[in-house]
């Protein structure tokens, strides 16, 4: 079974902190993404990555940045916290898009930005 | 561009009921279509998909999902609904000529005792 671990399940963080989300999954997928779960909302796309080193913005980018040094891991950065970025934060992998793949989730981060 | 909307944000159904939980769409080529369930305090699960063929599609858990071309329309159906069925459900699509998939907001199925 693919397996996507999210470093932390909850976190609390200070308006202005840089915050790290780190994403590990154990499938050697090529794609990895970073999404935002906000009740009414739905999930909404921040970036993906196809490749180690490449990435492309999703829906709603700004605030956010990522890095993807190698392949397993996929790493969401707030480089100074808002209020507006607390949310649930979920990442996903899959294979190629080439072909047609479902995604396979991690179990969530909590954030809270205070 | 491409789209999903899911027009009930909750559907209630007594256990041993048929369940219907309703997802349309709008893509300007193919579309491949998807259904994820997220159970309290985890992340999404993958049910089923639509790319090609057979407009009824069988997934995980007793559910199955019927396309429909003309109406635009994926709806998850199950014919006997478990309490344990009570989750979060997801709709989404993905255009063939984009690489992006566009989640619906979510329906919240309650199965009542």
């Known amino acids: 079974d693919v397996k996507v671990t999210q470093s932390s399940r909850y976190l609390v963080k200070r308006t202005g902190e840089k915050v790290f989300l780190e994403c590990v999954q154990d499938m050697d997928h090529e794609n990895m993404f970073w999404y935002r779960q906000d009740p009414g909302l739905g999930l909404r796309l921040i970036y993906f990555s196809y490749d180690v080193k490449m990435k492309e913005k999703g829906d709603i980018p700004e605030g956010y940045s990522v890095s993807r040094e190698k392949k397993e891991r996929f790493s969401l950065i707030l480089e100074s916290a808002s209020t507006n970025q607390t949310s649930m934060y979920l990442c996903a992998s899959s294979l190629p898009a080439g072909g047609i793949y479902e995604q396979y989730f991690g179990p969530g981060t909590r954030l809270t930005v205070t | ?113």
């Open chain 2, 1 to 113: 561009a491409q789209s999903v909307a899911q027009p009930e944000d909750q559907v209630n159904v007594a256990e041993g009921n048929p369940l219907t939980v309703k997802c349309t769409y709008s893509v300007s080529g193919n579309p491949y279509l998807f259904w994820y369930v997220q159970y309290p305090n985890r992340g999404l699960q993958f049910l089923l998909k639509y790319i090609t063929g057979d407009n009824l599609v069988k997934g995980s858990y007793g559910f199955e999902a019927e396309f429909n071309k003309s109406q635009t329309s994926f709806h998850l159906k199950k014919p006997s609904a478990l309490v344990s069925d009570s989750a979060l459900y997801f709709c989404a699509v993905r255009d063939a000529g984009y690489q992006k998939v566009t989640f619906g907001i979510g329906t919240k199925l309650q199965v009542i005792p």
